[in-house]
């Protein structure tokens, strides 16, 4: 019984569970969106989307786990501590792609399942690769991020041609960007020594700072047009919405001055991931009234 929960906190960690959570979170935003109900239907594609995440995150830490030796906020995941070899890394991420790809396909939408096998490339044979060649990585990579609502969105019954979908998935596309940027100002040295190029070498980190504040003011811009495209309706709600937007540039506008300071940086990263949380709670308590 031990050796089974011991390698299962081994595999959680080779999903990276706390973020393949949050992308089958956006993924349950875009059915209840799509459908305004939360169903039986709503179970394979969320279930089908975080296997599949879990796996590609895996893959990731196949694919890097050469880097992630060298930084000390990964130096203990399960390859590089030489908790798994690499051979048991691949296999898992083999298997649990495998089973959400098949979950996906297994809804009867094919869209679901394309989207998500899109996704896995996208993220493991395109972003990883180039995070090893350009510090702008992070802008095609962000699509990873705008697709799982995209896949909820059609798996409650939605047309991808609808505009709302693309609010939605635009919303979460620029999400990625000041997250993964708060990311590397807290961790630039361990970035550096991995060999990843970093904004940093090109621009300083006042004005790094000072453009992921932009990016955090475009994503609550973005919130906004959650509303215009008609996908809330409800005066509170959009209340909320704008109010919500206004105290997190109000929360993270000490990132301008106080740029040098990782425990500044670091509550701005936290604000920005319970600002989404918060919009994906409002959004779906409105259309499940």
């Excluded at 080779?14 to 956006?26: D, E, H, N, P």
């Excluded at 970093?198 to 700072?209: A, E, P, V």
């Excluded at 670091?266 to 779906?284: E, G, I």
């Amino acid at each position: 019984m031990q050796n089974i929960t011991y390698y299962l906190k081994i595999i959680l960690v080779l999903g990276k569970v706390r973020i393949t959570s949050f992308v089958a979170i956006s993924t349950a935003l875009g059915y209840v969106l799509a459908s305004g109900k939360i169903d039986e239907g709503i179970i394979l594609p969320i279930l089908g989307v975080f296997l599949l995440a879990c796996g590609s995150s895996a893959f990731n830490q196949f694919q890097e786990y050469m880097p992630d030796s060298l930084m000390k906020r990964t130096m203990n995941r399960p390859i590089p501590s030489a908790k798994l070899t690499p051979a048991q890394g691949f296999m898992i991420a083999s298997v649990l792609s495998m089973a959400g790809a098949g979950l996906l396909f297994a809804t009867g939408n094919i869209i679901l399942f394309l989207l998500g096998v899109f996704t896995l490339l996208w993220y493991n044979l395109v972003y990883t690769p180039l995070k090893m060649k350009t510090s702008l990585a992070v802008i095609p990579g962000a699509l990873i991020g705008a697709i799982p609502p995209l896949i909820g969105w059609a798996g409650g019954g939605g047309e991808l041609s609808n505009p709302q979908a693309w609010a939605l998935s635009l919303f979460f596309f620029i999400w990625q960007i000041p997250h993964f940027w708060l990311l590397l100002l807290i961790y630039e040295e361990d970035y550096r020594r991995a060999g990843f190029p970093t904004l940093t070498d090109i621009i300083s980190r006042q004005n790094l700072t000072g453009i992921t504040y932009v990016w955090i003011a475009s994503l609550a811009a973005s919130c906004m047009l959650i509303p215009l495209f008609g996908m809330s309706d409800n005066l509170l709600s959009n209340i909320i919405l704008f109010v919500a937007g206004c105290w997190l540039m109000w929360r993270t506008r000490t990132l301008l001055k106080q740029f040098e300071q990782k425990n500044i940086i670091r509550f701005a990263f936290m604000n920005v991931n319970l600002y989404v949380l918060a919009v994906a709670l409002v959004l779906s308590v409105e259309k499940l009234l």
